[in-house]
């Protein structure tokens, strides 16, 4: 049973090497969206041996790279995968964008292809409507932002003040202390304003 015991410990501690061999690449999680005109990348660094810094490259056809960012310092750890971001400030935008993350000295992430749109439009839809009880709200469009929603009665008097995750695709409200007839939600992220309306039964 110990010897058992101790066989299950020794394949645990190997899942992170494990998996960065079966995957080719330490560099797991790789992923982008795009927020405000800009590329937002994400990804982690799976435990192991320390690397001497990263490099994150661009490209408009997938073959040819050029460096858009270097960080020279120690990454990745030992005992904890580590996560890790960057924004591309200026993509180019109304086409397919291309991403690639270097580990120094030799240890490259698979391609990431971004589809950057000139103006991304946050659209925010509220359901079911009318609602009685509960107010469901669809964001698209957005990613790690915080927004601060506002509800406003017929008579644009405020009702309501939340604090959103717009991480999540559907936010739930509860509306039950709201008056019946139509209400407006103002959603802003502290640059932009966006609004929708719902009518209460």
């Not at 040819?64 to 960012?69: A, H, K, L, Q, R």
């Not at 009880?133 to 009702?159: M, Q, W």
């Amino acid at each position: 049973m110990r010897k058992q015991f101790y066989i299950g410990v020794l394949l645990l501690s190997l899942v992170p090497a494990l998996r960065a061999q079966l995957i080719g690449s330490r560099i797991i999680n790789f992923d982008g969206f795009v927020v405000n005109n800009s590329v937002g990348l994400r990804f982690t660094v799976s435990r192991g041996q320390a690397c001497t810094g990263y490099n994150v490259y661009h490209s408009l056809d997938s073959l040819n790279f050029s460096p858009i960012y270097q960080y020279a310092g120690i990454c990745g750890s030992t005992t904890k995968d580590e996560q890790f971001s960057y924004t591309h400030s200026n993509p180019i935008p109304n086409q397919v964008n291309y991403y690639q993350v270097e580990l120094i000295p030799s240890d490259k992430s698979r391609i990431l292809r971004v589809f950057v749109t000139e103006t991304p439009r946050v659209l925010v839809l509220p359901f079911p409507n009318p609602a009685k009880d509960i107010l469901n709200i669809r964001i698209s469009n957005t990613s790690n932002l915080k927004l601060y929603a506002f509800v406003f009665s017929p008579f644009g008097a405020p009702e309501k003040q939340f604090t959103i995750d717009a991480q999540l695709d559907v936010i739930t409200f509860d509306i039950q202390s709201l008056p019946s007839g139509l209400h407006a939600i103002i959603l802003t992220d502290g640059n932009q304003v966006f609004s929708t309306k719902f009518l209460k039964e």
